[in-house]
């Protein structure tokens, strides 16, 4: 608990659209997501940008970046945020001291892995409706973790714009998407708000299997 503490003494905040990480920028801190989203993306050489995922209060930001010296992308709040800010050498204390907290944090690196394969078959293999269904229901999952969603659905910031750059989609073909599945009477997003208007029927609609995000949480036995 005494680590715990020690990590969360640290606390920043910063407003949306406003960069706390760079792509390629070095000698950074980690952070903790105490409050609010961001995302994390990169910039193409012609300037379009794809976003990678989407961060949630209890999710690492930057964990990557600091083990590999220089980040690979950008991180930005998507809504006001407040973070906890770790160095470097309190995640070297946390991994020789405290093995459970170690193991905490490889299972959380392992399981963004997980999403950003299956974000890749998503964008590879499946129609702009069942994808966007997928991702919907992968965000409601995540966050009934923290308690935020359920299968009822969550409050959700995110515009039909961030949409489309995390689903490889126009913001045109989304707002097309999202009528459809909200005619067919599986989901609806409006005014900041996602309703799963026929949870068992959208899952079954997008083929849609929590075991990737490994709900049980790490193992610490």
């Known amino acids: 608990m005494c680590v715990l503490e020690g990590l969360h003494k640290r606390r920043r905040t910063f407003v949306a659209g406003s960069d706390l990480v760079h792509q390629g920028q070095s000698d950074q801190s980690a952070y903790i997501l105490v409050s609010g989203w961001a995302c994390s993306y990169k910039i193409l050489p012609d300037g379009e940008r794809q976003i ?77 409706s069942e994808r966007v269904a997928h991702f919907l229901l992968e965000l409601g999952a995540r966050l009934s973790i923290v308690g935020l969603g359920s299968k009822a659905g969550y409050d959700c910031p995110l515009s039909q714009y961030l949409l489309a750059d995390a689903l490889g989609l126009s913001s045109v073909h989304v707002n097309r998407v999202l009528r459809h599945l909200r005619e067919q009477g599986l989901i609806t997003f409006r005014d900041g708000v996602v309703t799963f208007d026929d949870y068992d029927r959208l899952v079954e609609f997008a083929e849609f299997e929590l075991t990737y995000l490994d709900q049980v949480g790490p193992l610490l036995k």
């Open 52 to 128: 990678v995922d989407f961060q949630i209060p209890g999710d690492f930001l930057g964990l990557r970046s600091v083990v590999l010296h220089t980040s690979d992308h950008s991180i930005e709040p998507v809504t006001d945020i407040e973070v906890t800010e770790v160095y470097v050498s309190d995640l070297f204390e946390v991994f020789s001291n405290t093995p459970r907290l170690a193991t905490a944090v490889l299972w959380a690196a392992s399981r963004d892995e997980a999403m950003v394969v299956e974000h890749l078959v998503g964008i590879g293999r499946r129609g702009a």
